[in-house]
């Protein structure tokens, strides 16, 4: 095997990948494990999405796909952001590429020189750090504790930025801890942007729907129209929609800078599946009740965990605006032992202990940039979460 390149020497596997494929592994061995890692929606895909896609491959439409997207789905996506975010964007505003991800990595390649900055407010999506190292930037990690409910301080950001500083990077409501900005705080974070005009800003709004307790969602370039022409909104169709395995993301932002990460585009993958183009441009433009409903059973769910870890000795737990995830304190442990006679020096040894005396899987805050928490997906049922949390107690009560 020839040497690998050394710009994959600081680049990490996911942890939350690789502790829901150890899930996989004991699963497979024939362990009943409850896997609460995955940040994947238990919904089905919807049936009309199903069903377009079905109706364009039996019509033909199988052949190379349109790069920036096809000039329907970008209709539904323009059409998606004036609805939802009172966003004009014109179709050489828009492109779509194989899942959110792939639109911040692409984004990042088109615009990173060695050596600039990119200011993330932490906890934080484990992939943002490393897409950044990759393209050749320096995250730049800010602090965000539970006291301020996990959100970015506008003094906290202002300090951040420097003259290295290309980007600052948000995502509410957040992975992993689900807090999420009013109006109010994102116009604050958006009164400092203003007076940092060479730094642009992007934005992952892929939890937007999921929302709880009259929240109301708010993104940058909508509360903030001045900073228009400097911000790349980013989202997609898989959690909203259950739609994770289709691969489809989109953004919308300043048409020099949809150029060049279309550039990226054509290099490194060269369009999305057409058959994901005609499910997504069918979600999207169809009935939008769904996202109500599911949002509220997610909500249902979450305070079905939060009631169940309060019962914890030990165990504290902000209570999250959005997504479908809970970043629960763990500082209460460190330093103890458990029942199985493994020493507790870190949220990562209550992790792998978790996983192998009482088979939950979860992920550690570290992976985030934030110890000592875990983070919790309650994107599954409520029989399956209310086991992991009668073995996660009895884990915790065990411990010595």
């Not at 502790?19 to 497979?28: G, H, V």
Request: neutral net charge.
């Amino acid at each position: 095997m020839p040497a690998t390149a050394d710009r994959l020497k600081n680049v990490s596997v996911s942890a939350s990948v690789a502790m829901t494929q150890k899930a996989r592994e004991l699963t497979a061995q024939g362990v009943k494990v409850i896997s609460l890692s995955s940040g994947e929606p238990d919904f089905p895909t919807p049936s009309h999405a199903i069903e377009a896609a079905h109706a364009a491959a039996l019509g033909g439409d199988t052949k190379y796909p349109a790069i920036e997207g096809t000039p329907a789905l970008k209709m539904a996506i323009q059409r998606k952001f004036k609805r939802d975010n009172n966003l004009d964007y014109a179709p050489n505003q828009i492109l779509v590429a194989g899942g959110g991800k792939q639109v911040i990595f692409n984004a990042m390649l088109a615009t990173l020189n060695p050596g600039d900055e990119v200011v993330i407010p932490t906890p934080a999506w484990i992939s943002y750090a490393d897409i950044v190292k990759f393209a050749g930037g320096v995250p730049v990690q800010v602090p965000c504790s539970q006291a301020n409910n996990f959100k970015l301080q506008a003094q906290d950001l202002d300090a951040a930025i420097t003259a290295k500083t290309k980007w600052l990077l948000l995502n509410y409501p957040s992975n992993p801890t689900g807090s999420a900005c009013s109006r109010v705080e994102m116009a604050a974070i958006a009164e400092v942007m203003l007076q940092h005009p060479n730094v642009w800003i992007m934005t992952d709004d892929m939890y937007e729907h999921l929302i709880y307790d009259g929240f109301e969602f708010c993104t940058i370039a909508a509360v903030e129209p001045r900073l228009y022409d400097r911000v790349l909104t980013v989202n997609g169709v898989s959690k909203a929609y259950a739609m994770t395995g289709w691969r489809m993301g989109y953004c919308g932002g300043p048409q020099d800078l949809i150029k060049a990460v279309s550039n990226v585009n054509t290099q490194n993958s060269g369009g999305v599946c057409t058959l994901t183009q005609a499910a997504a441009t069918a979600v999207l433009n169809g009935p939008q009740g769904l996202l109500a409903e599911r949002a509220g059973i997610y909500q249902q769910r979450r305070d079905f965990v939060l009631e169940r870890l309060a019962g914890i000795d030990g165990l504290t737990c902000h209570k999250p605006e959005g997504a479908f995830y809970l970043f629960p304190n763990i500082s209460a442990f460190i330093g103890r032992t458990t029942a199985g006679g493994r020493k507790i020096s870190s949220d990562t040894d209550f992790c792998l202990a978790l996983m192998d005396e009482h088979h939950v899987a979860t992920v550690q805050g570290a992976a985030y940039g934030l110890s000592p928490y875990v983070r919790l997906s309650y994107a599954t049922s409520l029989q399956v979460l209310g086991e992991g949390c009668e073995r996660i107690a009895e884990f915790c009560k065990g411990m010595r």
